[in-house]
């Protein structure tokens, strides 16, 4: 069964806590501080690779999690950094934030990864803190948080050529002959329900890859019949071959225009691909007429094909070949070209807080910054209290809640920290 879209969560690891210690041993009863710092969390990383070829092993395993940091100890041990997690997808996923919608990567190349979650950095412990004016520190750091985001996978296979056109047009059986990739046929609407990839070897040894894309119908890009799934595999390919078939069943010149609005509706720039529009099934009674009309009032060449006898193959595979090799690569629409940056949601350039009234006598101070300054802050003792409301003293807390009105007496919240308003 072929996955190509899910929805995964991912989580990266916590980085572990600083440890606060003092050396004790039986030659020395006080010693100065050892407290060794924590591990860093695990990250989470996508791998493209090519042994796998589609997104079904997520169907049931929906979370991805990396272990947390091991925290410091005492006598300057610092905690086990945790392993960082990677993940197999198939070549061709593309990776997007599923609440904004931005694409963080494009995995085309065998072993092409991105770090989709960072792990959190270990605090310090309090050794570190140890200066000429801090003999005994008291205080340490909590492990940076770890990140957790929703993502959205999407499969969009790497083909060279897309076989396009409504059901039964011989799509498959051309496949078949070209490949030997042992597509089912049959005389039926969808009989192909998923895209099928052939390698087509050349006489030169060279090769190309060739999709079979299921079936086409008027309204396709809007969720009829089969299209809109499959509508995304055709995006990274740089030739389209068109398959028109001339058995008489349907109109040809109305199925010609009906399939290529449904590429240009779909909003991706298919319709801008260059197209081979094959003349199929030209094995039927009167389909030299039809293709004759069909040339005249579409103004197209067509090349002829019957697949069963195998007549017209060569010619349409020898002009895929130069199609391909002189068509540059189609950018995904929606995708970065000035290349991926590595995501990183720790600390992001903003201001480092602002003020909440809630109600009367009840104050949030609210940012991305200070709030991770408070979590990453060990607040089990007065030190790293005292610590925290320097900082906030000093990057203006202070003042701007006198500005929003505050009271003593007034409560103030951060984060999971609560303190009493004193002016």
Known sequence: MLIDRCVIEVRSGKGGDGAISFLHDRNTAMGGPDGGNGGRGGSVYLVAKANVNTLFSFRHSRMIAAEDGEKGYGKLMYGHNAKDVFVEVPRGTIVSDEASGQILADLKEEGQSVLIAKGGKGGRGNASYKS??????????????????????????????????????????????????????????????????????????????LADMPGLIKGAHEGKGLGIRFLRHIERCRVLIHLVAMDGKRDPYEAYLTINEELKDYDADLEKRPQIVVASLMDSDGADERRKAFEKKAKVKTYPLCSLTHEGVSDIVKKAEELIATTPEFPLKGLETGGLKVYDGHLEKEPEFRIEKIRAGYFRVVGEKVEYMQKTTNLKNDDGVARLIHYLDRIGVEEALKKAGAKDGDTIVLGSFEFEYTS
């Open 132 to 209: 000429s004016r801090m003999r005994a520190p008291r205080i340490a750091e909590n492990g940076d948080p770890g990140e957790r985001r929703r993502l959205v996978l999407e499969l969009r296979m790497l083909a060279d050529a897309a076989l396009i056109g409504f059901p039964s047009v011989g799509k498959s059986t051309f496949l078949n002959v070209t490949t030997h990739a042992n597509a089912m046929t049959a005389e039926w609407d969808f009989t192909t329900l998923e895209p099928i990839l052939g390698v087509v070897d050349l006489p030169d040894g060279s090769t190309f890859v």
